[in-house]
């Protein structure tokens, strides 16, 4: 059976090295600051924009709870990113995605300083990312290099297939594993909707990152023995015997783990690393914007 690999284990330990950090910006007179704006009521955003602003508390990080109803407009809400680029209490700005459909996704997100791009979803933040340039990172991606590092699956020299090819994790992951430095120096296969026979990809990995929003998708019979397998998919399936009615379950089936040498588990794996790393890039931010790096 394989080892579970315990995201919550590693991203205590990540916070615990957070401490001192945010200890020293609060002596600079302002505590690191997060705003986390939430346009609509999209349950599932409301969940992750709750927790994550509850782990800013938890660590010392002051929240901004910015919620506006699906009916906001993008000029309010281009009015409200200027507003707390801005805003010398405001080190990090999170937009949380989806947006409703009358907003263009893109304009809102480029219109976030980059100084301030916790999310790292700015095109400048993701193009000096590719440079392998100081910059702040996706939180997904930079969680799943660490998961690796962390647990002694190191990707260098590596062949890690990713399934998904999405902006938030696909991509910019394929992109940090491949940078020469620590944490990279792999070789990566992205597969996605359009690759013919993905078993016979998924098979040849070491690393299997599963990242495509499709439950229990990864079977036993697309991996070879002793894979590592990274399981980044968050689906609510309805569940009558839990009482909000569903659970959480991955994009890999469990049925995995008689194969894998090492999974990660949903929930408990990639979540609390992505909320981690949040959490991270606003220190980082804060630093920076400090200058106390
Ligand atoms: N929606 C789903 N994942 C994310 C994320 O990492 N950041 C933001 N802003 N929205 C999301």
Do not use: W
């Not at 993905?198 to 990864?218: K, N, Y």
């Amino acid at each position: 059976m394989a080892e579970l690999i315990d995201g919550t284990v590693i991203a205590q330990a990540i916070q615990d090295e957070l401490g001192p950090r945010i200890q020293r910006i609060a002596g600079t007179g302002i505590p690191a600051g997060l705003a986390v704006v939430l346009v609509g009521e999209n349950p599932a955003s409301i969940s992750y924009v709750t927790a994550k602003e509850r782990d800013c508390e938890k660590v010392g990080i002051r929240s901004f709870d910015l919620r506006h109803p699906a009916s906001i407009s993008e000029t309010d809400l281009l009015a409200l990113v200027d507003e707390l680029n801005g805003n010398d209490e405001v080190d990090g700005i999170l937009v949380q995605l989806p947006l409703p459909s009358h907003i263009e996704s893109d304009r809102v997100l480029e219109r976030i300083a980059p100084e301030k791009d916790v999310d790292g979803f700015h095109p400048l933040s993701l193009g000096r990312m590719l440079l392998g340039l100081p910059t702040l990172l996706p939180c997904t991606p930079q969680g799943v290099v660490e998961i690796l590092q962390r647990s002694g699956n190191d990707p260098d020299g590596k062949h890690v297939v990713i399934i998904g090819r999405s902006n938030i994790v696909g991509k910019p992951l394929a992109t940090l594993l491949t940078l020469k430095r620590p944490g990279g120096n792999a070789t990566v296969t992205v597969c996605h909707s359009r690759t013919p026979d993905i078993a016979a990809v998924t098979r040849s990995a070491d690393i299997l990152v599963a990242a495509m929003g499709v439950p229990g998708f990864v079977t036993p019979e697309m991996v070879r023995p002793g894979v590592v397998v990274i399981d980044v998919g968050v689906n609510r399936v309805a569940d009558d015997t839990r009482k909000s009615g569903y659970r959480l379950v991955g994009d890999v089936d469990p049925a995995v783990a008689s194969v894998a040498a090492a999974m990660t588990p949903v929930p408990g794996g990639v979540g609390p690393l992505t909320r981690t790393m949040l959490l991270h890039n606003t220190v980082v931010a804060a630093e920076r914007r400090r200058g106390i790096t």
